[in-house]
């Protein structure tokens, strides 16, 4: 029972340096999501996906990318890291969230970044 | 509108004495509401979950808590709190119609045992 697992846990890169975050999950859940967690501010969405192929915005998708080419994978790049950027992020991923189905989003472990 | 409140971000409690963490909610439809545990460098664990079956939900480790649409408040409980209890609390709530349900997390509260 892998579940979800993200590497690298911890990652520590300069500005304007390329950065990829990897998410791969094993329950071949639909959605996939990427949030990052930061004082005060609690978890926020980057940017999420329903299915391979499919992709939408969050709440904070500036300065990011995503990709889902296969259904278990969802890799969140910084095209060019910024200091605000410095956070721990988290990836999810949930069975389906249609309504009233109440479906549990199940988390990683996290990736620490930490941009100098 | 969606939103969710946690009106504490901090508690402090001694071993052994109940718990209670509150969160208070806005939703313009009938929401599914979470609680998750986060420990120290860990990612965030599902305690338990409410969608509209009873409105006292148990979770795991001792943890309850009850739905009331009247308060828009699902409060998360436990009767005595255990050192292994500290880490910090979110509440969620999750709403919507056609296809994808908005989830919303709290800002969280960090729970302190003091033994």
């Known amino acids: 029972d892998a579940g979800i697992t993200q590497s690298p846990r911890y990652k520590i890169t300069e500005t304007g340096r390329q950065v990829t975050l990897m998410c791969h999950q094993t329950?071949?859940?639909?959605?996939m999501f990427w949030y990052r967690q930061d004082l005060g501010h609690g978890l926020r969405l980057i940017y999420y996906?329903?299915?391979?192929?499919?992709?939408d915005k969050g709440e904070v998708p500036d300065g990011y990318v995503v990709s889902r080419s296969k259904t278990e994978n969802f890799p969140l790049t910084l095209e060019s890291a910024t200091r605000s950027q410095t956070s721990v992020y988290f990836c999810?991923?949930?069975?389906?969230?249609?309504?009233?189905?109440?479906?549990?989003?199940?988390f990683g472990e996290g990736s620490w970044l930490t941009v100098v | 509108a969606q939103s969710v409140t946690q009106l504490d971000s901090h508690v402090s409690v001694s071993e052994g004495t109940p718990v209670l963490l509150r969160c208070n909610y806005s939703?313009?439809?009938?929401?599914?509401l979470f609680w998750y545990v986060q420990h120290p460098n860990k990612g965030l664990q599902l305690l338990l979950k409410?969608?509209?079956?009873?409105?006292l939900v148990k979770g795991i480790n001792g943890f309850e808590a009850e739905f009331k649409k009247s308060e828009t408040s699902f409060h998360l409980t436990k009767p005595s709190a255990h050192m292994s209890d500290a880490a910090e609390y979110f509440c969620?709530?999750?709403?919507?119609?056609?296809?994808?349900?908005?989830?919303?997390f709290g800002t969280g509260t960090k729970l302190q045992v003091i033994p």
């Open positions: 999810a991923s949930s069975e389906s969230l249609g309504v009233g189905t109440g479906n549990t989003i199940y």
């Open positions: 329950w071949s859940h639909s959605y």
């Open positions: 996906s329903a299915a391979a192929d499919i992709t």
């Open positions: 939703s313009s439809y009938s929401p599914s």
């Open positions: 409410y969608t509209s079956a009873a409105t």
């Open positions: 969620v709530v999750s709403d919507g119609v056609g296809g994808y349900q908005k989830v919303t």
